[in-house]
């Protein structure tokens, strides 16, 4: 298969090298898109010195200003999906994601369309919050899990795998999410047009440099915005399936 991680970087430029490093020894011949929102800390200019040291296997794509996480990922999967790519993967850029995971989830995503990476599948594991954050992440998911119906452990994550076809029926120019929600919001369009959702547990680590993301805006907008998702789904149209039913699709070899 073709395969291409897409990973949005904003000030990552402590981690991006490590992390490259680390995608090139766990998947060997796996494509990397680094999307850079204009990072004023030169994140942008190691993507491309590390691009011209991998040429091929490398790409970065420059965005003018930041503008959230989602846009990103939105302009990223643009990129990858006017290439001939069988799937997408998607992580972050401060290695809380470790690259160790990216076979188990390529493998999933073999008789799935979706691969959600999960933290909490067997128990729970996350390394270094403190326990006031993994309350919040996990209000947060049962929170999305009652007002979506979904019912998948971790909801609020970004370590996923998606068939090509499978990102192309969630119709990305329709996402308005900007911030984390993105996450949620692409995995409910998924669920809601009867794609084969599968979940692997993974380990998820604290940042060990630069700062978090999150701030009080990116959580009002998921607590609003997952009320949003649900309404639309009420009172929307029906989704558009993209992908034949799940018996007749064949796996990936």
């Known amino acids: 298969m073709r395969a291409v991680a897409v990973i949005p970087t904003y000030n990552e430029r402590e981690n991006l090298n490590e992390l490259v490093l680390q995608i090139r020894q766990q998947c060997p011949g796996l494509h990397i898109l680094i999307v850079d929102d204009n990072s004023p800390d030169g994140t942008g200019v190691l993507a491309d010195e590390l691009a011209a040291a991998h040429p091929g296997e490398v790409a970065v794509l420059h965005r003018e200003r930041k503008q959230g996480l989602g846009r990103a990922?939105?302009?990223g999967f643009e990129y990858v999906l006017a290439q001939e790519y069988d799937v997408i993967l998607q992580m972050d850029a401060d290695l809380s994601h470790s690259p160790a995971y990216l076979p188990k989830l390529l493998d999933g995503i073999r008789d799935n369309d979706v691969v959600l990476g999960s933290r909490y599948l067997r128990g729970v594991n996350v390394v270094n919050w403190d326990l006031k954050r993994l309350i919040l992440s996990k209000c947060a998911t049962r929170y999305v899990q009652i007002v979506t119906g979904m019912n998948f452990t971790d909801l609020t994550g970004g370590f996923k795998c998606w068939r090509r076809a499978a990102l192309e029926s969630i119709q990305l120019d329709r996402v308005f999410a900007n911030g984390y929600?993105?996450?949620?919001?692409?995995?409910?369009?998924a669920h809601r047009r009867g794609l084969r959702i599968a979940e692997v547990p993974i380990i998820f680590y604290d940042r060990q440099v630069g700062l978090s993301k999150i701030d009080f805006s990116i959580i009002r907008e998921a607590l609003l915005g997952v009320v949003k998702l649900r309404v639309r789904a009420i009172f929307g149209r029906a989704p558009k399936t993209a992908l034949p039913p799940a018996a007749s699709r064949v796996p990936i070899p």
Not at 181 to 189: A, D, G, H, N, P
């Open 73 to 75: 990922y939105v302009a």
């Open 181 to 189: 929600l993105f996450q949620i919001e692409t995995t409910y369009q």
